[in-house]
Structure formats: structure tokens, C-alpha cells
T-cell receptor, first 114, second 113 residues
């Protein structure tokens, strides 16, 4: 069965410094992977998706993620954090059988400090 | 904005009562999924509807049920509410396919007292 593990429950960075949010996946075949962001009291917004095309995926707001099969990782990065990036980030995999049934990681709370 | 709308935004119910949550999917999307997000946790898949039929279910008891209508909108019904049902309920619409993303509504915050 597919699953994702987010390695950090909380990450704190200074504004203008790089962001790294870590995600490892477990899948018996090549997965479809996503990163979603959730701002306080808001729904979920798609940041980017990997669907077996290019391994380096660019998303919205300057975020990108690299699919590394050898490491079973899909880490999310951004070169320079902005205060507005403070939110909860979820790494997500599609369940076996497709149909867009999503399995979420436990989330990483990103804090951006001045 | 994703085009997925949910109502109501907030709701308070008493233990043992029943509740109905509603979701209008994004135009052109034929699949609706429901997720439960407890405080401090990631969303958990409840079930999915495609062409008005249940198309997969997560680890939730039968008192969680749903409907999808011909216009692809959907309802989530929960009977015999328990305190642990307090959560943010998220609706997501998509086109049925392995690789297309889901678009989420803002959610309904349900509090059971």
C-alpha cells in the first residue's frame, strides 16, 4: 500500500532563507505525488504534482520538488522564504486503484520568522 | 478560489444528532471525495462518489454515508454523532483519473458537543 512520511512536524526558517520540507514515500509502483498547502482556517491548495514526467517539478509561489526514486523521496524546496509561506504543508500520494483517492502525510508546519 | 463550495462553513451539533454537509463540485468535474481532518492531523479519506455511486471508501463506519446528484454535487451525512466526529470536513472534486489533482473546498468545521 502507498503511504507518505513527512519527516518534520515543524520547520522554522528566517525570511529570505531556503525552505526544505522532507517527504518519503512508500509505493509498490511509480506513484503520483503532490504537495498541498493549507493556510489557517482555509482549504487545501495544490502547490505541485509529480506524475512520472520530469523528476524536477515546479509549482506555484516559487516552490519546487524533486522526485528521487533511489531515495524514495519527494522533498519540497523554495530558495527564499516569505512571510506568506507560513502554513501547513502536506505531502500526498494517490491510493492504489486510482480515482484520485488521496493519502496525506501528517503535515509539516512551516514558521517563517523576520 | 477552486470553484468548489461547501456549506455550511461552521456547524455545532449535539452528540447523537445527525448532520448533512453539502458540496458543489468544480464545473466539469464528475468525481467528489470527502475527507475528515481532525485538529492537528492530515485529512483522512472518507469516501468518493463517481457518477452517483460510491467509488471507494476509507476506514469509516456506516453511519458516515453520502450521495452524489446528477449535477455532481454531493452530500455527506453522519448519523449518531460522536464527540470524536468534531473535525474539518473537506470536499474535493476532480476528474476520475489516476493523475489529475483534486480541488478542495474551504471545508465545514463541525463541532459536536
Amino acid at each position: 500500500a502507498q503511504s507518505v512520511t513527512q519527516l518534520d512536524s515543524h520547520v522554522s526558517v528566517s525570511e529570505g532563507t531556503p525552505v526544505l520540507l522532507r517527504c518519503n514515500y512508500s509505493s509498490s509502483y511509480s506513484p503520483s505525488l503532490f504537495w498541498y498547502v493549507q493556510h489557517p482556517n482555509k482549504g487545501l491548495q495544490l502547490l505541485l504534482k509529480y506524475t512520472s514526467a520530469a523528476t524536477l517539478v515546479k509549482g506555484i509561489n516559487g516552490f519546487e520538488a524533486e522526485f528521487k526514486k533511489s531515495e524514495t523521496s519527494f522533498h519540497l524546496t523554495k530558495p527564499s522564504a516569505h512571510m506568506s509561506d507560513a502554513a501547513e504543508y502536506f505531502c500526498v500520494v494517490i491510493l492504489t486503484g486510482g480515482g484520485n483517492k488521496l493519502t496525506f502525510g501528517t503535515g509539516t508546519q512551516l514558521k517563517v520568522e523576520l | 478560489e477552486t470553484g468548489v463550495t461547501q456549506s455550511p462553513t461552521h456547524l455545532i451539533k449535539t452528540r447523537g444528532q445527525q448532520v448533512t454537509l453539502r458540496c458543489s463540485s468544480q464545473s466539469g468535474h464528475n468525481t467528489v471525495s470527502w475527507y475528515q481532518q481532525a485538529l492537528g492531523q492530515g485529512p483522512q479519506f472518507i469516501f468518493q462518489y463517481y457518477r452517483e455511486e460510491e467509488n471507494g471508501r476509507g476506514n469509516f463506519p456506516p453511519r458516515f454515508s453520502g450521495l452524489q446528484f446528477p449535477n455532481y454535487s454531493s452530500e455527506l451525512n453522519v448519523n449518531a454523532l460522536e464527540l470524536d466526529d468534531s473535525a474539518l470536513y473537506l470536499c474535493a472534486s476532480s476528474l476520475v483519473s489516476m493523475n489529475t489533482e483534486a480541488f478542495f473546498g474551504q471545508g465545514t468545521r463541525l463541532t459536536v458537543v
